[in-house]
C-alpha cells in the first residue's frame, strides 16, 4: 500500500515549489522509467511546482494513483495547497500501443494545449485526446487520482515505453547508469514550452 512507501529506505520525495501549475511523478524512480526525469526537468525549464515519488529498489512497490493521499506526508500537502493546475507524468506498456501518448485528466482543453506541442516534438507517435478511445484505467477520470485534486484539475500524460527506452545503450532512459534518450529530452523541450505558452483560458479549464 501507498502509505508503507515511505517507509522504506529506497524511497523518497522531492519537492519544489515555484508557480501554481504543478508537474508530478509519483511512481518515479525504478517503477515507471524516466517519468521523474521528465517531470522534474520540465518544471526547472518551465518555472513549475514539482512533486515526486521516488523508488530506487529492484522490486518497486506499485499502487494505484488514488491511493497516492492514503499516506501522511507534509511534501504533497504544501503541494497541492499551493498549486492551481497538475500534470502528471506516467509510463504505461500496452502492446498495442506502443506509439502512443494517452492525454487523460479532467482538463480537456489543457490537454489538447499540451497535445499540440508533443505533435511537433515527436512526430512518428500518434496521441490520443478522446477519453472514449483511451483505456479505461488509463483516462485519469477518477476524483481521488492527484490529477483532478487542484482547483482546476489537469493532464495525466501516459508515455509508452518506446519513448523512455535509450535505443543507443540499450537500457531506461535516466536509470541505473543509463543515459538520457533523445525523444526524453523532446518531451522536456516540448511540455516546457507548452506550459511557458499557457493561455489563460486553458488554465481555467474553460
Known amino acids: 500500500m501507498a502509505n508503507k512507501i515511505l517507509e522504506i529506505p529506497s524511497a523518497y520525495e522531492e519537492l519544489s515549489i515555484r508557480s501554481e501549475i504543478g508537474l508530478m511523478s509519483y511512481h518515479g524512480g525504478t517503477l515507471e522509467k524516466a517519468t521523474d526525469a521528465i517531470a522534474r526537468e520540465t518544471a526547472e525549464q518551465s518555472g513549475a511546482s514539482y512533486y515526486g515519488l521516488i523508488q530506487t529498489n529492484d522490486d518497486p512497490l506499485h499502487f494505484p494513483s488514488t491511493e497516492l493521499f492514503e499516506y501522511a506526508s507534509n511534501n504533497l500537502n504544501v503541494f497541492f495547497q499551493h498549486v492551481k493546475v497538475v500534470i502528471t507524468i506516467h509510463g504505461y506498456g500496452r502492446e498495442s500501443l506502443f506509439h502512443s501518448v494517452l492525454l487523460g485528466g479532467r482538463n480537456r482543453a489543457l490537454a489538447s494545449h499540451i497535445a499540440s506541442f508533443l505533435k511537433m516534438a515527436?512526430?512518428?507517435y500518434s496521441f490520443e485526446n478522446d477519453l472514449d478511445e483511451i483505456p479505461k484505467e488509463l483516462r485519469g477520470l477518477h476524483p481521488k487520482n492527484p490529477v483532478n485534486?487542484?482547483?482546476f484539475a489537469g493532464?495525466?500524460?501516459e508515455l509508452?515505453?518506446?519513448?523512455?527506452?535509450?535505443r543507443e545503450e540499450w537500457g531506461?532512459?535516466?536509470?541505473g547508469g543509463i543515459g538520457r534518450a533523445k525523444h526524453v529530452d523532446d518531451i522536456i523541450h516540448a511540455l516546457s514550452e507548452a506550459i511557458k505558452a499557457l493561455p489563460l483560458k486553458t488554465y481555467l479549464n474553460e
Open 155 to 157: 493532464v495525466q500524460v
Open 149 to 151: 485534486i487542484p482547483e
Open 172 to 175: 531506461w532512459s535516466d536509470n
Open 122 to 124: 515527436l512526430p512518428d
Open 160 to 166: 509508452p515505453p518506446t519513448l523512455r527506452w535509450n
